[in-house]
């Protein structure tokens, strides 16, 4: 049974604190659930709230002592960087803790460290995140989710049927609510279709929140939409929410299995999980710039996953072209491991690694002049009491009771100093080889391989930062390297 340890931090500067810690912990206990059933124990978790800037952190030395004393097996982490934002730093505790026999795992990041590509490919993700700052919206998200667990409204659009009250809860705005309880009975128990009743009620004069007719889409939306019978969707997940319920769960139940019947469910999902493909949110319409989302279609008895700009899809205000969205994927995926297996290229932006990382040292180099300054300082007081002391103007019993405090003060001191110095040893990354890249490329490849898309989004976001297309065959890729700027941007010939 593996004990497994967790630890969390969350620094000063988050927005979402509140939720981070809790929300952190909930779902690291949902990892193991998920990972081991019930067949683990949970050694302790360890957390720090103090920001990744600080040296001192009393949770992450109690998890290096206690890896020391071999007290657990694996380390959990929500992300790396909750151990340090610092690529050498890390590295180094890796090391350290596959010493103790402890693994280290994440999770929202693809890989552990229990073998050597998982720890390359950390050192390499460690490098990117040297230079990412768009974190904000994870850290945000994880709130989210916990506040969906505990039936919030999470934010977004307020579903029809609902305002929002001062208090940021959903309440029943009645007039909706009317026309969603009318379309819940004309679909289930008139056995009307979606298209039908927005016939009906256009025709009646009835329009949506802007003011447009109602579409068949959105209908098929709301009838699937759990909010109606008061719950919270997130994610894929439902939580029971506490505003009230506009339909019955017996309406509700029955609008479902007429949607199973006919198959819209179907239809309707496949323009709603967009989520699901792993460019969205990053691609975009170099057109109208609106971003663009995964959906499909059948051709030739044959489902076919494009992108399409949403401006074009809601609309019809674009003219972009829908993109072959399995081709536009590989077709990225190749471009980064060609990058990774470039030397020249590696080099350059280790390089530019190391300078970023080096710009860091200056502020160690003072801070650690600040520290011998005071330990100066110290020595000066413990002298001047000695020397009172001899000039009898100072009892023995005070003179030894301040200078045991001031050598107490001048330890501190020191440890401080011994910390800072090692620090500036890490500022420098290890030479970049090419069994290093070979073995990242390996890794990269294995985890898009086997990954669960979340994981496999995950990892290639860290790496794409924007996708943008001109046209069907014209693609513009912005990758998360230091210095991706100072070479061309990637154009590229989609295939046909
Ligand atoms: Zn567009």
């Known amino acids: 049974m593996p004990r497994v340890a967790f630890y969390t931090r969350i620094s000063t500067d988050e927005d979402h604190q509140k939720f981070s810690l809790d929300a952190q912990k909930d779902r690291l206990e949902a990892f193991c659930k998920s990972q081991y059933g019930d067949d683990w124990a949970l050694h302790k978790l360890f957390r720090d709230t103090e920001s990744g800037t600080h040296m001192n952190r009393p949770g992450l030395e109690e998890m290096l002592f206690d890896a020391e004393a071999r007290a657990f097996d694996v380390l959990l982490v929500f992300r790396v960087d909750r151990l340090s934002r610092k690529v050498r730093e890390l590295a180094l505790m890796v090391d350290e803790l596959t010493k103790f026999g402890v693994t280290l795992k994440s999770i929202t990041e693809p890989f552990d460290t229990s073998n050597a590509a998982g720890k390359m490919m950390l050192q390499m993700l460690g490098v990117f995140a040297e230079f990412e700052h768009a974190t904000i919206v994870e850290r945000t998200r994880v709130g989210l989710e916990r506040k969906a667990k505990t039936g919030s ?199 530019e690694a190391n300078r970023k990382l080096g710009t860091e040292k200056p502020d160690v180099e003072k801070e650690i002049a600040r520290v011998e300054a005071e330990a100066a300082k110290v020595r000066a007081s413990i002298e001047r009491y000695f020397e009172a002391f001899e000039a009898g103007t100072l009892k023995a019993e005070l003179c030894n009771q301040k200078v045991a405090d001031l050598h107490g003060r001048l330890e501190a001191l020191e440890t401080e100093k011994r910390d800072l110095e090692a620090r500036r040893e890490r500022l420098e990354l290890p030479a970049i080889d090419r069994e290093m890249l070979a073995a990242l490329v390996d890794n990269f490849e294995e985890v898009l391989a086997a990954g669960p898309v979340p994981q496999k989004k995950h990892l290639l976001h860290r790496l794409v930062k924007k996708v943008l297309i001109h046209d069907r065959r014209t693609v513009e890729v912005w990758y998360a390297l230091p210095n991706a700027r100072r070479f061309e941007d990637w154009h590229k010939k989609l295939p046909e």
């Not at 894929?236 to 819209?264: C, M, T, W």
């Not at 609309?315 to 972009?320: E, P, T």
């Open 153 to 351: 409204y999470v934010g977004g659009n307020v579903p029809y049927g609902y305002r929002l009250d001062d208090d940021k809860r959903l309440v029943i705005h009645e007039e909706e609510a009317l026309i969603v309880r009318k379309m819940f009975t004309m679909y289930a128990l008139g056995r009307e279709g979606a298209s039908t009743i927005c016939n009906k009620l256009n025709d009646a004069g009835l329009r949506n929140r802007n003011g447009r007719k109602w579409g068949r889409r959105v209908v098929l939306y709301m009838l699937k939409n759990p909010v109606y019978v008061g719950k919270i969707r997130w994610r894929e997940v439902e939580y029971q929410g506490n505003h009230d319920p506009i339909v019955s769960d017996v309406l509700f139940e029955k609008a479902r299995e007429v949607l199973d019947d006919r198959h819209d469910d179907l239809k309707g999902r496949q323009w709603h999980n967009g989520d699901e493909r792993l460019l969205s949110g990053v691609i975009k319409c170099g057109l109208c710039n609106a971003h663009m989302f995964g959906g499909g279609g059948q051709k030739n008895g044959r489902y076919i996953p494009y992108y399409v700009c949403s401006k074009r899809f809601n609309d019809h205000a674009c003219k972009q072209d829908y993109v072959r969205a399995e081709l536009l994927e590989s077709a990225i995926i190749q471009d980064i491991k060609a990058m990774f297996r470039d030397e020249e290229f590696m080099a350059r932006v280790w390089e």
